[in-house]
């Protein structure tokens, strides 16, 4: 079976991933950079996201695995871009409160937007997903969902923003959903989707 690094040490996305490719039909083994790193001399590194996109962010981390591991390297880089803030959080997403993790981060955007009113709380999910391959050959694909935000957290199967986003359509938040449900609607899996007809064209047929 053909392997696949995502570029990620977030048992969630990878997990996440697995599971999308899987219901596609597309069977490859997903593993993440832990496999690598530290293993017969192999050392990944740390990649700064220094690009002012999430395409651009995400090719830098599956450029730098994919030269680090000599494996096909998916990365993603995603965001919560709120309407009433410009866009932001947006690529700062995962470091809006200065590194102070998923709840300090998602208290912040509500604090900032504690003087909103509630039919101006419209945001979205952005997500961008790159593909790079050992010779050389690259591709990106995008995903997101619409929503907006609520202003207390609701749910426990979710992480980082997801418990203040309601997708439209849904009365929920991202967190209150299953697995199954937020995968066939999220952004990421919107992007795994694209991402599948570009990984049947490049990548080696599968067992």
């Not at 790193?37 to 995400?58: I, K, L, M, R």
């Not at 849904?170 to 990984?199: C, F, Q």
Request: glycine share 12%; proline share 5%; net charge negative.
């Amino acid at each position: 079976m053909t392997r696949v690094v995502l570029a990620s040490r977030n048992a969630h996305k990878i997990e996440e991933m697995a599971r999308i490719l899987d219901d596609a039909g597309l069977h490859v083994e997903v593993v993440g950079i832990d496999a690598f790193d530290g293993v017969d001399g192999v050392s990944v590194p740390e990649v700064a996201e220094t690009e002012a996109t999430f395409e651009g962010n995400a090719l830098l981390k599956a450029r730098a695995v994919c030269a680090a591991t000599g494996v096909a390297a998916v990365a993603d880089d995603s965001g919560l871009c709120v309407d009433a803030l410009n866009g932001m959080p947006g690529i700062l997403s995962a470091r809006w409160s200065g590194g102070g993790g998923d709840v300090a981060n998602l208290e912040l955007v509500l604090a900032q937007l504690g003087d909103t009113p509630d039919d101006r709380l419209g945001a979205q999910f952005r997500c961008a997903v790159a593909l790079v391959l050992p010779d050389g050959r690259e591709a990106t694909v995008h995903g997101e969902m619409r929503g907006r935000l609520v202003r207390a957290p609701r749910g426990t199967n979710g992480f980082g923003y997801d418990p203040i986003f309601v997708p439209h359509g849904e009365n929920r938040t991202s967190a209150e959903l299953t697995s199954e449900e937020k995968d066939a609607i999220s952004h990421r899996g919107n992007a795994l989707r694209a991402l599948v007809p570009v990984l049947r064209d490049l990548l080696p047929p599968t067992d």
